[in-house]
C-alpha cells in the first residue's frame, strides 16, 4: 500500500535560516505529490505540486521541492524562513483519483526570533 | 462561495449523542472530500464524492459514520452515538474534478470533542 513518512515530527529553526522539510514516499508508480501548509486553527493551503517534468518546482511564499525518484523522495525547501512560516506542513502523494490522497503525519515547524 | 466552509467550527457532544458536520464546497467543484485530522495524527480520508454519488467510502471508520451530498454542492457528516476516540477535526476539501490534478482546496475545518 502505499505512504508517506515524514520522518521529522517537529523542527525549530532561527528566522533567516534555510530549510528543509523531508517527505518519502512508497508508492508503486511515479506519483502525484504536494505539499500543504496548516496554520493554526485554519484548513491546508497548498504550497506546491509536482505532476512531471521539471524535478524542482517552485511553490508560494518562497518554497521548492525537489523530486528525487531515485530517492522516493519530495523534500520541501526555503532558504530563509519566516517567523509567519511557524506551521505544520504536510506532504501528500496521489495518483490516480482522490480517494488516494494519502498525506504524511506531518512536521509542526516552530520559528525562533 | 470564495473558499470551502464548515460549520460549525466548534462542536461539544456528550458521548452517546449524534451530530451533523456540514460542508459548503466553492462553487462548481463536483467533487468533495472528508479527511478526519486526530490530535497528533496525519490526516486520515474518510470519504469522497463525485457529484452526488461516493465511489469509495473505505475509509469511514466504523457504521456509525455516514455522508450525504444533495445537489452537487453541500455535504453532510454524520456521527451517530458519538464516542471519545470520536474527538477530533474534520476537514472538508472540494476540487473541480475527482482526478489527482485538480488540486484539493481545504476548508477550516470542525473541530469535534466529545465529552
Known amino acids: 500500500a502505499q505512504s508517506v513518512t515524514q520522518p521529522d515530527i517537529h523542527i525549530t529553526v532561527s528566522e533567516g535560516a534555510s530549510l528543509e522539510l523531508r517527505c518519502n514516499y512508497s508508492?508503486?508508480?511515479?506519483?502525484?505529490l504536494f505539499w500543504y501548509v496548516q496554520s493554526p486553527g485554519q484548513g491546508l493551503q497548498l504550497l506546491l505540486k509536482?505532476?512531471?517534468?521539471?524535478?524542482l518546482v517552485q511553490g508560494i511564499k518562497g518554497f521548492e521541492a525537489e523530486f528525487k525518484r531515485s530517492q522516493s523522495s519530495f523534500n520541501l525547501r526555503k532558504p530563509s524562513v519566516h517567523w509567519s512560516d511557524a506551521a505544520e506542513y504536510f506532504c501528500?502523494?496521489?495518483?490516480?483519483?482522490?480517494?488516494?490522497?494519502?498525506f504524511g503525519p506531518g512536521t509542526r515547524l516552530s520559528v525562533l526570533p | 462561495g470564495a473558499g470551502v466552509s464548515q460549520s460549525p467550527s466548534n462542536k461539544v457532544t456528550e458521548k452517546g449523542k449524534d451530530v451533523e458536520l456540514r460542508c459548503d464546497p466553492i462553487?462548481?467543484?463536483?467533487?468533495l472530500y472528508w479527511y478526519r485530522q486526530s490530535l497528533g495524527q496525519g490526516l486520515e480520508f474518510l470519504i469522497y464524492?463525485?457529484?452526488?454519488?461516493?465511489?469509495?467510502k473505505s475509509g469511514l471508520p466504523s457504521d456509525r459514520f455516514s455522508a450525504e451530498r444533495t445537489g452537487g454542492s453541500v455535504s453532510t457528516l454524520t456521527i451517530q452515538r458519538t464516542q471519545q476516540e470520536d474527538s477530533a477535526v474534520y476537514l472538508c476539501a472540494s476540487s473541480l474534478l475527482a482526478t489527482s490534478k485538480n488540486i484539493q482546496y481545504f476548508g477550516a475545518g470542525t473541530r469535534l470533542s466529545v465529552l
Open positions: 462553487s462548481g467543484h463536483t467533487a
Open positions: 501528500a502523494v496521489t495518483r490516480n483519483y482522490g480517494q488516494n490522497f494519502v
Open positions: 508508492y508503486g508508480a511515479t506519483p502525484y
Open positions: 464524492f463525485q457529484g452526488n454519488s461516493a465511489p469509495d
Open positions: 509536482y505532476f512531471s517534468g521539471d524535478t
